[in-house]
């Protein structure tokens, strides 16, 4: 198995070396990694901005793979934080740059972040949560620099516990999905959701059932660790899930590229 979904020190909300994932990856038997660091362009929080060091990065990356390339496999990536008024600076940060994997995730609406639950101020949470799918629509129909979605229905954290209800956002969420399966783009199994006290990972199975139900294929397994620790958390879940909901591969990048492994 794969973790497309791993973070460092070279995202301002990790603290872990690049190296200090290796050993933990290889010991739970994981066949490669792919390192995917934040990179969230005019992030609204005033406490932390995600950007990275793209030479330094790239640097250090090679040098595991020189050390490690006959035990793990060390891949390439990025999570991109995509929002409606940076598809510009999207275009330029890619320029000249190379990546295995990048990931677009949501992790603001309508310019106000969700960690801290800006993004309800002066509104319910239902109009904060259309703000999130509405974002997110504009975003997979005019960005072209991501291979997947991330963490679809991440919202499920940020609102009042409990009160998300994938079901009511279904008609969205199936237009996000229809956008992703026309331009040969995926999406991810996130098992962070219940390391987040939620009952599902992300996205929960009826919207991975109807992601294979509309001709989607195209599905990595991530952690979204920021710690070693949690390397490869839930996969044998994960692995479950996918095959219930029809899938018999999942999917891997290189250069790019997606390439389907038999479960």
Do not use: W
Not at 42 to 70: A, C, H, M, W
Not at 127 to 132: A, H, K, N, S, V
């Amino acid at each position: 198995m794969f973790d497309y979904h791993v973070h460092t020190n070279h995202s301002n909300d990790c603290t872990f070396e690049m190296e200090s994932y290796i050993l933990p990856a290889i010991a739970k038997g994981l066949e490669g990694i792919c390192f995917t660091d934040h990179v969230d362009i005019d992030y609204p929080g005033t406490s932390i901005q995600f950007d990275i060091d793209y030479s330094k990065y790239i640097g250090e990356v090679k040098r595991l793979k020189d050390k490690y390339n006959d035990k793990l496999e060390i891949l390439t990536g990025i999570e991109f934080g995509m929002q409606p008024h940076i598809l510009e600076e999207d275009n330029s940060f890619f320029q000249n740059k190379s990546f295995d994997y990048i990931l677009g995730s949501i992790h603001a609406a309508n310019k106000k972040e969700l960690y801290g639950g800006d993004f309800t101020e002066s509104k319910s949470g239902h109009l904060g949560t259309l703000d999130y799918f509405n974002d997110m629509i504009f975003c997979v129909k005019n960005y072209n620099s991501y291979n997947n979605l991330g963490h679809i229905d991440a919202i499920a954290r940020y609102v009042s516990k409990g009160s998300f209800s994938a079901s009511q956002y279904m008609e969205y969420i199936e237009e996000v999905l229809k956008i992703i399966i026309n331009k040969g783009k995926g999406i991810e199994l996130n098992t962070s959701g219940k390391r987040y006290s939620l009952q599902h990972f992300h996205p929960e199975p009826s919207i991975i059932k109807l992601y294979k139900e509309l001709g989607g294929e195209i599905i990595t397994l991530g952690s979204d660790s920021h710690n070693p620790n949690t390397l490869g958390y839930g996969f044998e879940e994960a692995v479950y899930i996918l095959q219930s909901c029809g899938f018999k591969y999942n999917t891997i990048f290189r250069k790019g590229k997606p390439e389907f492994i038999k479960l």
